[in-house]
């Protein structure tokens, strides 16, 4: 039910910073807990940030302090702020959106947007 599109990806340069976005729609948008994962080439998926429907946030080791994971729910959007950018980071980026209800998982994905960081 809930759609998720991503942008504002694209080629950085080490150490530059990026902002991603998310807009949701066909769901109510302050039931979920949102977070972004990334798939570099050759890795596996992984959680990058993850922030719940009460605030919490939680960050991959690996983007601690450089990352920032923020909402704006008057219109439905999903921020991904990355600083200090490293080639490493250099992956697709995707959005999600999960709940729960009793004891049923619900997950939606956006399709992705691509970051590289690069010189």
């Known amino acids: 039910q809930v759609q998720l599109v991503e942008s504002g990806g694209g080629l950085v340069q080490p150490g530059g910073s990026l902002r991603l976005s998310c807009a949701a729609s066909g769901g109510r948008f302050s039931i979920y807990d949102m977070a972004w994962y990334r798939q570099a080439p050759g890795k596996e998926r992984e959680s990058v940030a993850a922030?719940?429907?009460?605030?919490?946030?939680s960050y991959a080791d690996s983007v601690k302090g450089r990352f920032t994971i923020s909402t704006d729910n008057a219109k439905n959007m999903v921020f991904l702020q990355m600083n200090s950018l490293k080639p490493e980071d250099t992956a697709v980026y995707y959005c999600?959106?999960?709940?729960?209800?009793?004891?049923?998982?619900?997950?939606?994905w956006g399709q992705g947007t691509q970051v590289t960081v690069s010189s």
């Open positions: 999600n959106a999960a709940r729960l209800f009793i004891g049923r998982s619900y997950s939606y």
């Open positions: 922030i719940t429907r009460g605030g919490t946030t």
